[in-house]
């Protein structure tokens, strides 16, 4: 198994990612509690967020920083959801697709594991080493399992935003009827 | 946890620090470009040679694998280099206590308008139409270039005693004295 391949790249970028969001949550934790001013400022951030509207569906979105900003956001969104169950469906139906860069004998690669890993966790490192290509796969749909979750609150607000909607037009709807 | 604190006010000043929430779309874009110019130098520099295939189209011309290749490219590209892009940026007043009450248009256009300066356009295009333009029907000033901002800014900086506190120039003083 080659872990120099460009297509694990995705992969060890979430990783880093994930390791220094971590990192800088630790540090955020163990940091003095902030200031007094910072606290009424941070504060009046918040009252000047709920006053901007009168209901839920405004403050959601004043929250994101408008209507044009949030747009953009649920698009993002949207898009990495797509991006997600296109690499899983990828995943599905290519699995006995040849791709050009696999080798004539990338089906006997199996014949030569690698021992040190095969070690460590011999039934894992053995079905990566039998579905080089599958495994290759699924590390980019974890990626886009990182980036779906990196966009959920955008997705919660979006459907808080929808069901608002929602029960505004319900009532208009029952009256009508 | 991470996406409970991203729900946080994009309004947060600047002075306040970084939070997590704030550093979340910039993991998110470094993301998503990362996983583009791998797609890009897999599949899309192919295209431009004669012998090289993309890497992830499969030889046995299956369509729909075809398909989903290119369609994960085309909405890459939109999420990745688009809506970054094109994304209007959220107003944060320099000083939360004295915030612009129109922000100025250089501070939340877009980054791609900021670039090629088309947060212009329509004074331009005002003045095109009319033979002067009024001082009201200039744009606002933003408020990262007030005097009052700047001087709180540079002042701080360019006060002798915060030079002398610096630690390189203590150590430039102790080289120049040994």
Redesign the interface.
């Known amino acids: 198994m080659d872990y120099s391949d460009?297509?694990l790249?995705?992969w060890y970028?979430?990783w880093c990612?994930i390791a220094?969001?971590i990192l800088?949550?630790c540090y955020?934790f163990i940091r003095p509690k902030?200031s007094t001013t910072?606290a009424r400022?941070?504060g009046?951030?918040?009252l000047?967020?709920q006053r901007s509207g009168d209901g839920r569906f405004q403050n959601c979105v004043a929250?994101?920083?408008?209507v044009?900003?949030f747009a953009?956001?649920v698009?993002?969104s949207v898009?990495?959801t797509?991006?997600l169950g296109?690499?899983v469906?990828?995943l599905l139906?290519?699995r006995s697709?040849?791709?050009?860069?696999d080798r004539p004998d990338a089906l006997n690669h199996y014949r030569e594991p690698n021992q040190v890993l095969m070690n460590l966790i011999p039934n894992v490192s053995r079905w990566v080493e039998e579905n080089k290509r599958d495994f290759m796969q699924s590390t980019?749909c974890v990626?886009f399992v990182?980036?779906v979750?990196?966009?959920?609150?955008v997705i919660?607000?979006a459907c808080a935003v929808i069901r608002e909607l929602a029960l505004y037009a319900l009532p208009s709807r029952q009256l009508l009827a | 946890m991470l996406c409970l604190r991203a729900n946080s006010s994009p309004e947060r000043s600047k002075s306040s620090g970084s939070p997590t929430s704030s550093w979340l779309p910039i993991h998110l874009n470094c993301l998503l470009l990362g996983t583009f110019v791998v797609y890009c130098i897999r599949d899309l520099y192919p295209l431009c040679t004669y012998q090289l295939p993309p890497l992830d189209a499969p030889t046995s011309r299956d369509p729909i694998l075809v398909y989903l290749l290119w369609t994960t490219i085309s909405i890459l590209f939109v999420v990745a280099i688009v809506i970054p892009l094109g994304m209007p940026r959220a107003y944060i007043p320099i000083n939360p206590d004295d915030p612009s009450e129109v922000p100025a248009p250089e501070q939340v256009c877009s980054i791609f308008s900021f670039f090629i300066w088309s947060f212009l356009d329509p004074m331009v295009f005002l003045a095109y139409r009319n033979s002067h333009l009024t001082r009201d029907q200039l744009p606002i000033l933003a408020d990262s270039n007030k005097a009052v901002n700047l001087r709180a800014k540079i002042f701080p900086v360019s006060d002798i005693t915060y030079l002398l506190r610096t630690p390189i120039f203590m150590f430039y003083v102790r080289r120049t004295a040994s």
Do not use: M, W
């Open positions: 460009t297509l790249v995705p970028l979430a990612s220094i969001l800088h949550f955020e902030y910072q400022e941070d009046q951030n918040g000047d967020a929250a994101h920083g408008g044009r900003i953009f956001k698009a993002r898009c990495c797509l991006l296109l690499s469906a990828t139906i290519g697709a040849v791709y050009p860069g980019v990626t990182s980036v979750d990196f966009s959920a609150p919660a607000n």
